[in-house]
């Protein structure tokens, strides 16, 4: 971001205030300060801020409160909040009411700073994202797909655009990187909305079952074909199919389907009387078509049929960006088995490692890990091994002590700048040399940091 960041810095502490005001100035943001709620929202309302840094206990209108009242703003800064350590629940809550992120008291001007920037990163991200919806209007955000990363909105802005047509679409993408939830998306912003959304997997059934439950069957059709069944197709009339792995189709299907899509109709299973319908198709696949194709297992004139439109989605390791919202939003969604937060040590790992299993497999890891972890924090011992990768270094011992919470923070620092050493001494504010000879000491290896 080339312009400076807009802060406003909300604390009744007097002293504190004005420390983080002249810190987070000298470190080359424009920083102003409020002393209560009351003072701060008059403050938002008078000029636009990019993050303001709120106080969760403060005179005349708590931080819950202020926050409350920002959601209603039309254009909301980023909300970092700081909370006493005794406060975790409310720091939780205020994560629910749409904060960036909290600090616990007392905080260290440093990771202030440098929440303060990534605040800022996803500040101009909502920005660029009100402009895009505004020029599609009517378009609702998409509920379950969750993303902060340029790439990925991309691809949103390519799905608003082709959801409210007929068009087919063909999602790619490796395993678990968000296909069928793409696929919903499309569904949902169509105006199919109102009929039914069908998946089908067209790879995990045996060619005639999957044929007659795709298309259905009349009576005596085959042996076992008592009554009548009517197909997917037909359950999906009026709305979307969604052909899954539609790689692993066989060539007998793929003529049936074919044939069904160029004339929109289909015969069920022994009939004789064609039944026509009006489905819109999504199609996905983790497989290349392309190659398929070349060996003759995918049928050209099927693949043109399905690919009006494609969406290509990124692997996870490609948009790194949404490793931490995903994972807390993955932490939240497990807050059954107690409210958590990740450690800094652990947020770098998750962001350094290279998920194969894409968004599924962060998922799991972070559902793993809030069972496991013991207190309220995740620490990087709760992660998969694999996530740690070989040359991970034991776990810190005593997980709350200053070195660790150093070793951390100093690992937090270098993802920002992904692993420039020189960057990194200037944002902890320590010289470079005493930032090698930490690396050195804490042992302190790059797959934590890129
Ligand atoms: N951007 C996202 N925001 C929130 N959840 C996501 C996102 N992307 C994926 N998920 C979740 O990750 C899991 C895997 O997603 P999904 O099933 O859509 O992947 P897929 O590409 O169809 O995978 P596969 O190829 O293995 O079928 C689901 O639980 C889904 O809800
Ligand atoms: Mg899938």
Known sequence: MSRQIRVLVADDERNLRELIVRELARRGHEVDGAEDGVAALERIRET??????????????????????????????????????????????????????????????????????????????????????????????????????????????????????DSAVLVLGESGTGKELVARAIHEHSPRIARAFVPIHCGALPREVFESELFGHEKGAFTGAVGTKPGLVELADGGTLFLDEIGEMEPDSQVK???????????????????????????????????????????????????????????????????ALLARHFVEANAKYGLKRLAAATLAALESYA???????????????????????????????????????????????????????????????????????????????????KINSYGIVGVEFR
């Open 48 to 165: 636009p801020f990019d993050v303001v840094v709120l106080d969760m206990r403060m005179p005349k209108k708590e931080g819950l409160d202020v926050l409350r009242e920002l959601a209603t703003f039309p254009e909301p800064p980023q909300v970092i909040m700081l909370t006493g350590f005794q406060e975790v629940s409310a720091a939780v809550e205020a994560m629910k009411l749409g904060a960036y992120d909290y600090l616990t008291k007392p905080t260290k001007i440093e990771e202030l700073d440098v929440v303060v920037r990534k605040a800022a990163e996803k500040a101009q991200l909502v920005r660029d994202n009100v402009a895009l919806r505004a020029h599609a209007p009517g378009a609702a955000p998409f509920g379950g797909l969750l993303t902060q990363s340029a790439r990925m909105h991309e691809v949103l802005r390519v799905i608003d655009r082709v959801a409210p047509t």
């Open 257 to 323: 389907l074919l044939r069904a899509i160029e004339t929109g109709t289909f015969y069920r299973i022994g009939a004789t009387r064609p039944r026509r319908v009006d489905v819109r198709l999504v199609a996905a696949t983790n497989r290349d078509l392309a190659e398929a194709m070349k060996s003759g297992e995918f049928r050209q004139d099927l693949y043109y049929r399905i690919n009006t439109i494609t969406v290509t989605l990124p692997p996870l390791r490609e948009r790194r960006d949404d490793v």
């Open 355 to 437: 998920w194969p299993g894409n968004v599924r497999e962060l998922l799991h890891a972070v559902e793993r890990a809030v069972i496991l972890s013991k207190g309220d924090e995740i620490f990087p011992g709760d992660l998969p091994p694999e996530v740690l990768g070989p040359n991970a270094p034991a776990a810190p011992s005593a997980s709350g002590s200053l070195e660790s919470m150093e070793r951390q923070h100093i690992v937090a620092v270098l993802r920002q700048v992904n692993g420039h050493r020189g960057k990194a001494a200037a944002l902890l504010a320590i010289d470079p040399k005493t930032l090698y000879r």
